[in-house]
């Protein structure tokens, strides 16, 4: 199963090196790689296990030139269980009774392309925990710590744990989340500090997660240089941010997220992933690099029927060179609907077909158009297009 070789061979580490209080390392940290990866045989063609494969069974992302290709997949909102205030089962234990896969089901449909790809980060909103909640917020999110199973049986590596839902339960309900997360050796990053995840091919790649809520504007520009400098001294060659920002329902985002998306390139990020608005919102391209506002709903269990049921998967591949930079080399969109069913969400992300792929394209540009009009003044750039194929050379 290509979900086992990816952990068997990735170092998966979770690193308390940031409090974002400024505080150091505890410890130093052994960030090798596990064991020794055999290829298939070379008569095998290209599939979710032999992906990374050329015809003659070598690794097309070990380059001639000494660089390294890593490709990451990345999604918006993934909540799974309920509201435990409520009386009766929630909406999605009575979808999990009908499903022959039972917890693997939610990401079922997009495993396929997880699996085929060096690291995926999803933003998990909600809590792993059976303590009651501690919220008096119209939403509460929990489902029992057995439930990781959903992230960690789909080929997923890491999630961000940076949002408005993450201590709906308290502190207990967010320590029982982190560990239910280890133990299934998922990554978490958020105010606990960032994660480091190492590929089979060696690259480091750095994690940091932030939500703006709450007056937390300032401290993240307080902090994100000194944040992104710290994942570099432990030799990322990638450094991720996500962010838990901007209003929900926009499709365009706000005035403040534009300024703190562009600072945060500045400060040295590869890659920025928004998320909270429950909308596609278009991708900026500033500096060669890109910020996506929003990657909208994915499996979300927080409404039966929402109103706008798109979304994408974002992918984006990076050639790190030899002196461990890396540049872009690229991106793609798989676009989604967030449910396997036209009318009913039933928390099963489907990748569309080629007419509905092409809507939401089309959607993406449209948006790319507000977006570039409201932020005239500040020269913005939306992305051209949105491909939904890789570059041909790999």
Known sequence: MRNGRKRRNAAVLVLLTLLFAGTAAA????????????????????????????????????????????????????????DRRKKGKNIFDKQLEQEPLGLDFPLSNVKDIFEADDLTLINFEGTLTDTKSATKNTYSFAAPP??????????????????????????????????ALEGAGVLYSGHLGPAVF???????????????????????????????????????????????????????????????????IDAGADLVLGHHSHRMNPIEEYNGKYICYSLGNFSFAGNLRPDDMDTFIYQQRFRVLPDGTAVSEGFRIVPCSISSQEKVNDFKPTPKDAAGAEDVVEKLKELGGKFEKQYAKLGVRSVADYPTEWNAAY
């Open 198 to 264: 190492m590929t089979e091919t060696g690259v480091r790649i750095g994690m940091l997660a932030y939500q703006t809520f709450n007056g937390n504007y300032a401290y993240i520009y307080d902090h994100i240089e000194e944040d992104i400098a710290s994942l570099r001294a432990l030799d990322c060659a990638i450094v991720v941010v996500s962010y838990h920002w901007g209003e929900e329902k926009d499709y365009v985002p706000n005035e403040r997220q534009v300024p703190l998306g562009r600072a945060t």
């Open 146 to 179: 057995s439930y990781v199973q959903v992230v960690s049986n789909s080929s997923v590596e890491a999630v961000s744990l940076e949002n408005n839902h993450v201590m709906d339960h308290g502190q207990k309900g967010y320590a029982d989340t982190c560990e």
């Open 27 to 82: 410890e130093q940290l052994d960030l090798s790689l596990f064991g020794d990866a055999e290829p298939p045989a070379a008569e095998l063609l290209p599939s979710a296990e032999t992906w990374n494969l050329r015809a003659d069974g070598t690794d097309w992302r070990l380059q001639e030139d000494g660089s390294v290709i890593v490709t990451l997949s990345a999604t918006g909102d993934v909540t799974i269980g309920g």
